[in-house]
């Protein structure tokens, strides 16, 4: 059967009109009408009980969420507030609890103009664009590098990887692995984010406690960010 599945959101899409915004087979709705902010997206799924529809529904949300992310880098985070109904039939509720949000608020006629543009009708490999998502939406320093670099690693291991960025950056800056190899400055914060010291002599971790640590991690996440999304291009759009 097809049921409709409404869930709160938190993000910074505008509804023009006050009223809905659809892009693709995904609604956006704002708590009351006329409140320019979307609030609530909903679709319709095909399911045999409720539970499946939230499920179902729920992948969906989060698989459109991350291509959106694509478009401009904002964040769009689903909420447990959801709720479920057949469509055409009786008991179908939604949930207008109101609520605020720091987020800047985007044109949601631009979003959605580019999605249809770029994005909509594209195959896109979905664990890229969903790490992608997952680094844009955390506010965790090192968590949100790692995911950056473990987009690149779903194009390849650390050889390919270290002779794109020397391709895309010809002056990147080099350092040396626990093996001696030479490795960019991005796979080295990587290891150093992700690899405790051991018995083989790895590099020593970062630490979230260290002001220096933090202050190079800052420096090049713009720029990882930045060779993820140029990655990504090449590869998806």
Partial sequence: ???????????????????????SS???????EGEQQARHIKTIVEANTKEEAIVKANKLFSDFFA????IDNSKYILNDDVSVGEVGGTGMTTTRTISGSAFIVKDGTTIKNAYESSIKN???????????????????????????YRVLECYGT?????DWIKIQESKVLMKKNNHGD??????WIRI??????????????????????IVIVNKYL???????????KEEEI
């Fill in 26 to 32: 995904f609604t956006f709705l704002p708590d009351f």
């Fill in 1 to 23: 059967m097809k049921i409709l599945v409404t869930q709160r959101i938190v993000c910074g899409i505008s509804i023009p009109d006050g009223k809905s915004l659809t892009i």
């Fill in 182 to 187: 030479d490795i960019t400055i991005y796979t």
């Fill in 158 to 162: 650390t050889k390919p990887i270290t």
């Fill in 222 to 232: 713009p720029k990882i960010q930045e060779l993820v999304r140029k990655k990504i």
């Fill in 67 to 70: 291509k959106l992310t694509l």
């Fill in 122 to 148: 594209k195959h896109l490999r979905i664990r890229p664009i969903r790490l992608y998502r997952d680094a844009v939406n955390t506010n965790n320093l090192f968590e949100r590098y790692r995911n950056f």
């Fill in 192 to 213: 150093k984010l992700s690899h405790s010291k051991n018995s083989k002599k790895d590099l020593v971790p970062f630490s979230i406690s260290s002001s220096e640590d």
